[in-house]
């Protein structure tokens, strides 16, 4: 009865929940707000450098409890949206779609700039302070607030509520305790033990989350930065040793994401060409838009904490976002894989990965500098995430439930430490894309009624009029 629940799950997300129409529907809502903001995101993309990496070292006095600086809510937003994605993840999606799947990706991430600027502009328009002086806002606040449409805060809050324990509380520490015991290290052959991983990021993040949300930002500033140059580090390393396939590379991408005219690249990839195009749209449009999260309403909830001037100024940093994710990271994961023919070998996922890495640098250091980024990706996300938990638990169950609903974050990932990889897994994965759809449904449908507002709220910041200036 259980496999047949399980498998029914698993029918009802990838055929019907995240079928083609759900592509259809992200994708149109991120051309929509492309297209009202006149490509803003391409034609000032130096403006948004500026006003966004150009001011991380900006330094900010945040003397209040419950708010972050802006770069501290970016910092969270990333933490909770650079994960697994970004490396098993886009090594997935290769190895499915093909090469071609990275131009999708690419152009969702383009497209969706666009989506999470609006998303952030909204949430921090429209949130509100609560009681203790804590900054609160995302989609339960704009639907709320900016359309009175009640029960739909409370579908989205569900699946936020969900989403939290499925995608970041058992899915993130269950992935690094299995890529502990199931590749090891070379010079450490058994592996850890996964409830003793699982245990000790619980710790780690029950030391942070208890500290609320000013901890929270200051972990994440640190951590998110670390993770994020070491990783970029070693893949410019692997960029100048294969320097000579990036002409090649961006070739093949471009080429596949159209046809799949090589038959050897078909033998690599399998299906028929036109199937094998199929593939790549689906895997590079679902592989983005997981992996960035833009349209889905979580990180908004972390830029609402921010102590920012203007609704649009914290919402150029979610152009940022995206474009560090997914465009930076994941390109890297992508190069890394198709620069150094590792596909053929049949592999996936992490030790796939590892593969790619292993030919550039030595066997032990791919397996270290893998490691540290997932343990350090998940890890994030498993913290980053706990802002947004807590913002749905409030919204559900009021204040006072924080103080048990805390604890209980933190016990999923260990239970749940020692389920075996394969088909439970992936079915536990469908679970977590169901909940993901309960949150981007509803807040693609608030973002597209409250569009009018957003661009007001850009007119108003881009021609310093700033009639909806905020400084909470």
Known sequence: MLEAFLDGAVFFNDKILWGPWTMVFIAGTAVYFTAISRFFQVRKIGFIFRHSFGRIFERASIKQQGRMSPFQAVATALGGTVGTGNL??????????GPG???????????????????????????????????????????????????????????????????????????????FVEIGFEFYSPGLDPYIVAGLMSLITGAVVIGG????????????????????????????????????????????????????MTAVFGGAAGVAVI??????????????????????????????????????????????DTIVICTITAFAILSTGVMAGGETGIELLIQAFSSVFSQQMAQVVIFFCVLTFCL?????????????TINLFGHRAVRLFKWLYLVPG???????????????????????ALCAIPNLVAVLALSRVFKKLMDDYLTGRHKYATRA
């Open 88 to 97: 098993a993840g886009v090594a997935t999606a290769l190895s499915i779609g």
């Open 101 to 179: 799947a990275i131009f999708w990706m690419w152009l969702m991430a383009l497209l969706g700039m666009m989506l999470k600027t609006a998303e952030i502009t909204l949430a921090v328009h429209y949130r509100d302070v609560d009681d203790r002086g804590h900054l609160r806002g995302g989609p339960m606040y704009y639907i709320r607030r900016g359309l009175g449409w009640n029960k739909l805060v409370y579908v989205f809050c569900i699946g936020v509520f969900l989403n939290a324990f499925l995608g970041a509380a058992i899915i993130q520490p269950h992935t690094v305790g299995r890529a």
């Open 213 to 264: 949300v000013r901890r929270i930002g200051s972990f994440c500033s640190a951590l998110v930065p670390l993770m994020s140059l070491t990783y970029l580090l070693a893949g410019v390393v692997i960029f100048a040793f294969n320097a000579e396939q990036i002409p090649q590379v961006f070739a093949m991408v471009f080429r596949h994401a159209f046809v799949q005219s090589s038959p050897e």
């Open 279 to 324: 593939k790549g749209i689906q895997q590079g449009m679902s592989k983005g838009m997981y992996s960035n999260e833009a349209g889905q309403g979580t990180a908004p909830m972390a830029h609402a904490t921010a102590d920012t001037a203007h609704p649009f100024e914290q919402g150029i940093w979610g152009s940022f976002e995206v474009f560090v």
């Open 380 to 392: 994030s996300t498993q913290i980053g995430f706990y802002v947004y938990y807590e913002t749905a």
């Open 414 to 436: 260990v239970v749940f430490a020692g389920v075996g990889a394969g088909e439970m897994v992936n079915k536990l994965w469908s679970f977590a894309s169901i909940t993901a």
